[in-house]
């Protein structure tokens, strides 16, 4: 079956520079999620889309922005990069279910380094 | 969103069962009590969810409390590939697209 995509796998920047993270969900999911966990920590949700249109924020800094495609595909694009971005960014799909729930999926991450 | 309370470790042997602790106490009665796994280096993992009664799947079964305040994962047989963090989640009914909260979860190891 298919899975969430998400590329690149491993990306390394340079402080201050930016980074464009992109995920490519299950097919006929229409809601994607993206997370960063970093180094011995549990992953923090960042924000979500459901139909192109952002349906909740988390922690996600001000220099962080994400989008929605119309192929539902979506890209999180990272400014000003800083040490502290070092981490791994976690995509997740869902579609909701007929009880009035949904499943996420995860994607394999991809693994951030800023040097 | 509801909180709950996992156990920080857990040991089990290979092919034993393994039965996971969470606690909700303060669960909604449109809480639905979702478990994921994440084994090392690797995204996180669907494992069972369930609304009221038990569940079972091929990864794993939910045991429900009648009174909804605590559930238990139960792994039949715990094998290697089964050593990872287990996160007991609850999620509001037609919450779609809502924050999503990991952790802290119970890391299991499973010894040979």
């Known amino acids: 079956a298919a899975g969430v995509i998400q590329s690149p796998r491993h990306l390394i920047k340079e402080k201050r520079e930016t980074a464009t993270l992109k995920c490519y969900p299950i097919?006929?999911?229409?809601?994607v999620y993206w997370y960063q966990q970093g180094p011995g920590q549990d992953p923090q949700f960042l924000i979500s889309?459901?139909?192109?249109?952002?349906?909740d924020k988390g922690s996600i800094p001000d220099r962080f922005s994400a989008q929605q495609f119309s192929d539902y595909h979506s890209e999180l694009n990272m400014s000003s990069l800083e040490l502290g971005d070092s981490a791994l960014y976690f995509c997740?799909?869902?579609?909701?279910?007929?009880?009035?729930?949904?499943?996420?999926?995860f994607g394999p991450g991809t693994r951030l380094t800023v040097l | 969103d509801a909180k709950t309370t996992q156990p920080n470790s857990m040991e089990s042997n290979e092919e034993e069962p393994v039965h996971l602790p969470c606690n909700h106490s303060?669960?909604?009665?449109?809480?639905?009590i979702h478990w994921y796994r994440q084994l090392p280096s690797q995204g996180p993992e669907y494992v069972i969810h369930?609304?009221?009664s038990n569940v079972n799947n091929r990864m794993a079964s939910l045991a429900i409390a009648e009174d909804r305040k605590s559930s238990t994962l139960i792994l039949h047989r715990a094998t290697l590939r089964d050593a990872a963090v287990y996160y007991c989640?609850?999620?509001?009914?037609?919450?779609?697209?809502?924050?999503?909260?990991f952790g802290p979860g119970t890391r299991l190891s499973v010894l040979p």
């Open positions: 889309f459901y139909e192109k249109m952002q349906s």
């Open positions: 989640i609850l999620r509001p009914q037609y919450n779609y697209g809502q924050n999503f909260v």
């Open positions: 369930g609304l009221t």
């Open positions: 997740a799909s869902s579609s909701r279910d007929r009880l009035g729930t949904d499943t996420q999926y």
């Open positions: 097919p006929r999911h229409d809601t």
């Open positions: 303060t669960i909604s009665g449109t809480d639905y």
